[in-house]
C-alpha cells in the first residue's frame, strides 16, 4: 500500500479506534504489565539498545527537564531524539529529532505509515496499547535515524511504564506528588516506590526533589541496585550558572527544573559516556548553556507559561486593545500551587486576570480548588475530550470552594468572551488540561 493522506488519515483512525489512549480514555488505557511492551521491542529488533539513553520521570518537569536535557545535547553536537507525552495537536509531537544546528522535525507521516504498514500483523497479534506502539515506533524511529543518544520521558509511573524497558546512561527523577493513585498508590512513598522503579543496576540516577516521606524510598532503591544518588537539592550552588529570564522556558516553577537540569549535567559529565561525548568539547560549558537557555525554540516545547499572544494597545483608529495571553499545561494540584504563586506574584503587572480553566474528569478537582488564585475572572469551559469534566459540575465543585464563574460550551467561546471583556492591560491566563491547551492552540492566535 501506497503512502497517500487519505491512507494516513485512515490508519491514524484506526489506532485510535483500536489501541485508544490514556488521552482519549483515561485509565482503562494504562497496563499493568510489560509483556507485550518487551514483545513487541523484540520483534522490532530491540531498536533501544541501539543508541545512548537518559530516562526522565516524575509527576511534574518531566517535559521541560527531559527537553532541556535533549537540546543540551543537540548544542553539544549530538543529533539527539526526544520522546515525550502526552502530545497536544498530533501524536508525532511525541517523537522528534533535535539537530545540531538547532532545529528540530518530529517522525514524518509517512514513517508513520511504512512502521504500521511493516509492522500492522505483529500489532494485530501482540495487541500492545496506544503507548506502547509509540512507545516502540519511537524507539525504532531514532535507530532509523541513527541518533547519537536519546531522552526518554516516562509516560505515567515508572516501574510499569512502557518506557521501562530500557537501560540508560542516567537516570532522573523530577518530583514526586499524589496523582493516579489508584496505580501508582495513595502515599508519597508509594508513588515514590512507582517511580524509582526506573532505578537500574549500576546507573546514576538524579533525584530533583525530595521530601522525607520519599527521600528513604529513593535512597533504598539505589542501595538495592547498587546506583550512585544524587539529590539536586543537596548541592548549594547549582552546577549551571542559568537565570530564568534568560531562558525561553518561562515560570517561576522551571527554577525548580533548572536545579534539577543542572544536577543531571554535571552527574552526565561524570559519566563514562559523558566524558566522552561531552566532556572533551573544548567549549562544552557554553553549548550545555545555550542550549538550555533555548530549549523550547529547539525542541518545540509549547505551553510552559507560553505567550500566545503579546498585549497590543489601542489602535488610532479606535480599535480596543488586546490582552496578553498566557498558556499553561498545568493540571494537578501539584502544578496549581506553583501557578498561583506565579498569578500572585504578577497580578499587579495588570489591572485583571481572567482565567480561563477546565479539567478532565479523572483529576482531583478538589486538590487542584485548594490551590486556584481567587482574585481572578473565571471563565469556565469544557475541553473537547470524552473524559472532560462537564462544565456545569465543575462549577458546582468549584462553588464549593468559593469559586464562581461564568459558565461556556466550549474553550473557543471562552477565550472569545474574554477578548470581548479584557483589554491590553489585562492578562487572559488558560490552564487545568492539555486538552484546554490543544484547543486553543488549534484557534491559532
Known amino acids: 500500500m501506497e503512502f497517500s493522506e487519505k491512507e494516513y488519515e485512515a490508519l491514524v483512525n484506526w489506532l485510535y479506534s483500536q489501541f485508544p489512549s490514556y488521552q482519549v480514555v483515561g485509565d482503562r488505557a494504562f497496563k499493568m504489565e510489560l509483556g507485550a511492551m518487551s514483545e513487541f521491542n523484540s520483534h522490532l529488533g530491540f531498536p533501544d539498545r541501539k543508541y545512548p539513553k537518559i530516562h526522565v520521570a516524575g509527576t511534574n518537569g518531566k517535559g521541560s527537564t527531559s527537553s532541556m536535557l535533549a537540546s543540551a545535547l543537540a548544542a553539544c553536537g549530538l543529533k539527539t531524539g526526544l520522546y515525550t507525552s502526552p502530545h497536544l495537536t498530533d501524536f508525532r509531537e511525541r517523537m522528534k529529532i533535535v539537530e545540531p544546528g538547532g532545529e528540530y522535525r518530529m517522525i514524518s507521516k509517512e514513517e508513520v505509515f511504512s512502521f504500521f504498514h511493516d509492522n500492522k500483523d505483529a500489532i494485530e497479534r501482540i495487541r500492545p496499547s496506544f503507548f506502547e506502539i509509540t512507545t516502540s515506533m519511537a524507539f525504532d524511529f531514532f535507530a532509523r535515524e541513527k541518533v547519537d543518544a536519546a531522552v526518554v520521558e516516562v509516560g505515567l509511573g515508572g516501574r510499569l511504564d512502557a518506557t521501562n524497558i530500557i537501560t540508560p546512561v542516567l537516570s532522573v527523577i523530577t518530583n514526586i506528588s499524589l496523582e493516579h493513585c489508584q496505580y501508582l498508590g495513595y502515599t508519597l512513598a508509594e508513588v515514590a516506590g512507582e517511580k524509582a522503579g526506573i532505578i537500574k543496576a549500576g546507573v546514576p540516577v538524579v533525584i530533583g526533589e525530595a521530601l522525607p ?3 528513604p524510598v529513593f535512597e533504598a532503591k539505589a542501595a538495592e541496585k547498587g546506583s550512585p544518588i544524587f539529590f539536586a537539592e543537596d548541592d548549594a550552588t547549582p552546577f549551571l550558572p542559568l537565570k530564568l529570564e534568560e531562558m525561553d522556558l518561562q515560570g517561576d516553577y522551571q527554577n525548580r527544573n533548572i536545579r534539577t537540569l543542572s544536577e543531571a549535567v554535571r552527574v552526565l559529565l561524570n559519566t563514562p559516556w559523558g566524558r566522552e561525548h561531552l566532556a572533551s568539547l573544548p567549549d562544552c560549558w557554553e553549548r550545555i548553556l545555550d542550549g538550555v537557555r533555548h530549549a523550547a525554540l529547539r525542541t518545540g516545547l509549547r505551553a510552559r507559561w507560553e505567550t500566545l499572544r503579546p498585549a497590543s494597545e489601542p489602535a488610532e483608529t479606535g480599535e480596543k ?10 493540571h494537578n494540584a501539584h502544578a496549581f500551587r506553583w501557578i498561583r504563586e506565579q498569578i500572585d506574584k504578577v497580578g499587579c503587572d495588570y489591572e485583571e486576570i481572567f482565567f480561563i480553566f477546565g479539567v478532565v474528569a479523572d483529576k482531583d478537582i478538589h486538590a487542584i480548588s485548594e490551590f486556584l488564585p481567587r482574585d481572578v475572572h473565571y471563565l469556565l469551559t ?19 470552594y468559593g469559586i464562581n464563574g461564568k459558565l461556556f460550551s466550549t474553550p473557543a467561546e471562552a477565550l472569545a468572551e474574554a477578548d470581548r471583556q479584557a483589554g491590553y492591560k489585562d492578562l487572559i491566563f488558560i490552564a487545568g488540561s492539555n486538552y484546554l491547551i490543544s484547543d486553543i492552540l488549534a484557534l491559532e492566535l
Not at 321 to 330: L, M, P, Q, Y
Not at 384 to 399: D, G, M, V, Y
Open 213 to 215: 516521606e520519599t527521600r
Open 321 to 330: 486593545g488586546k490582552a496578553r495571553i498566557i498558556a499553561d499545561t498545568g
Open 382 to 400: 469544557s475541553p473537547s475530550s470524552h473524559r472532560a469534566l462537564p462544565t456545569a459540575e465543575l462549577a458546582n465543585i468549584l462553588s464549593d
